[in-house]
């Protein structure tokens, strides 16, 4: 009999194999023992749902009692969430916090004295219908950067350098891309340009590829406008040889953030899907996200790995490359805001 589930819970799916911690795959979950169809078809899926239930919650209680000794919490691994996770790199006091605080909901501390964050804390920021994780970070210095922090911007989508520009510009640069040199962090754009997300590998792109560039793209925050000496951004440029792409921005009075996040987004270079049932109204709410180059096979994997296999046929809506309810194959290109249908056979 089939399972026919519904889009919360094929959402809830996505989000319990995403989930980095005991807790956030045990709330996916619990969502989705919430919305699984309750019929004859179903009951095998729900019972092996309920005994990965129990077993989390056992893990968790075992966790927090630290029986067994208790387990190692890497404080350094901030799990990912949302369509993309930027981490901010950059000295003490550059206005890091600031701008996470002033972008998400996290409760980070800003203070006018350095080395305020001394561990990696995660935010959310919103950009139309998406959110894009934004990962504060401990200040690092010439001398001295926690051990740990390398595998905070290892796991990151993107890096953002944070540069005070009422401070030392160009002692901030020097400190900040030695440091990401001497890990290979910055990615040689020339070379490798699709190979930032966590899907699996595009035709022709070999695990090799991905193991030997671990550089991720990398852009410049230049904040604390609204105190900068004129000029300062001018120069900073003049004097970087490295092409990177400078965002302006004031924590303080919000300026630039709008066009911050914009190019956040453009950056993380995803197309935003809206899948629909056939019959049904598309859920333009709540899209897929997925690398751009995506096909719709891409899509029916990611909402489905079991099914997309079984994916027979499929309709495109706001697409620039097909009229709407057109059939497309497997390997039609997903475009931004698409609606697709999904016909398993
Ligand atoms: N005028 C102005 N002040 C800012 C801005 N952003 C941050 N500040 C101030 O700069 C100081 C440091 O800001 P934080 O955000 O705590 O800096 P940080 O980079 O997180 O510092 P660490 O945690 O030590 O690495 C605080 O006093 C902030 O109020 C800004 O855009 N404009
Ligand atoms: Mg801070």
């Given at each position: 009999m089939p399972a026919n589930l519904?889009?919360?819970?094929?959402?809830?799916?996505?989000?319990?194999?995403?989930?980095?911690?005991?807790?956030?795959r045990l709330d996916a979950l619990e969502e989705m023992l919430r919305e699984i169809p309750k019929h004859k078809g179903t009951e095998h899926l729900q019972a092996d749902l309920k005994k990965r239930r129990s077993k989390l919650k056992a893990a968790i209680e075992g966790g927090g009692k630290k029986a067994g000794g208790g387990k190692h919490v890497d404080v350094f691994h901030v799990p990912k969430s949302g369509t993309g996770q930027v981490a901010l790199v950059g000295m003490p006091n550059s206005g890091k916090s600031a701008i996470v605080a002033a972008m998400t909901n996290a409760h980070v501390h800003v203070a006018d004295y350095p080395f305020t964050t001394d561990k990696p804390a995660p935010g959310m920021a919103k950009y139309e219908d998406v959110q894009i994780q934004l990962v504060d970070a401990p200040p690092i210095t010439a001398d001295f950067v926690p051990p740990g922090l390398v595998n905070t911007y290892r796991n990151a989508d993107m890096l953002a350098i944070v540069i005070d520009l009422a401070g030392a510009v160009l002692e901030q640069m020097e400190v900040c891309t030695a440091y990401l040199d001497s890990h290979k962090l910055i990615l040689n754009e020339t070379k490798t340009p699709s190979l930032l997300r966590g899907t699996p590998p595009l035709?022709?792109?070999?695990?090799?590829?991905?193991?030997?560039?671990?550089?991720?793209?990398?852009?410049?925050?230049?904040?604390?406008?609204?105190?900068?000496?004129?000029?300062t951004l001018d120069t900073l440029k003049e004097l970087t040889e490295r092409p990177f792409e400078y965002i302006e921005?004031?924590?303080?009075?919000?300026?630039?953030?709008?066009?911050?996040?914009?190019?956040?987004?453009?950056?993380?270079?995803v197309v935003r899907v809206y899948a629909k049932k056939p019959g049904k109204e598309p859920d333009m709410t709540d899209p897929f996200t997925l690398k751009r180059g995506s096909n719709v096979h891409d899509l029916a994997y990611l909402i489905h790995r079991e099914l997309a296999d079984k994916l027979k046929t499929a309709k495109a809506w706001n697409s620039?490359?097909?009229?709407?309810?057109?059939?497309?194959?497997?390997?039609?290109?997903?475009?931004?805001?698409?609606?697709?249908?999904?016909?398993f056979g």
């Open positions: 519904t889009q919360q819970y094929l959402k809830a799916e996505q989000r319990y194999k995403a989930a980095g911690t005991d807790e956030e035709q022709g792109e070999s695990c090799l590829d991905r193991a030997t560039h671990l550089g991720r793209k990398t852009f410049v925050i230049a904040t604390k406008a609204d105190i900068a000496p004129a000029g921005v004031s924590a303080e009075t919000g300026a630039g953030l709008d066009i911050l996040i914009q190019r956040i987004f453009e950056m993380l270079d620039p490359n097909a009229y709407d309810g057109q059939n497309v194959p497997r390997e039609h290109i997903l475009s931004d805001k698409e609606i697709i249908e999904l016909h």
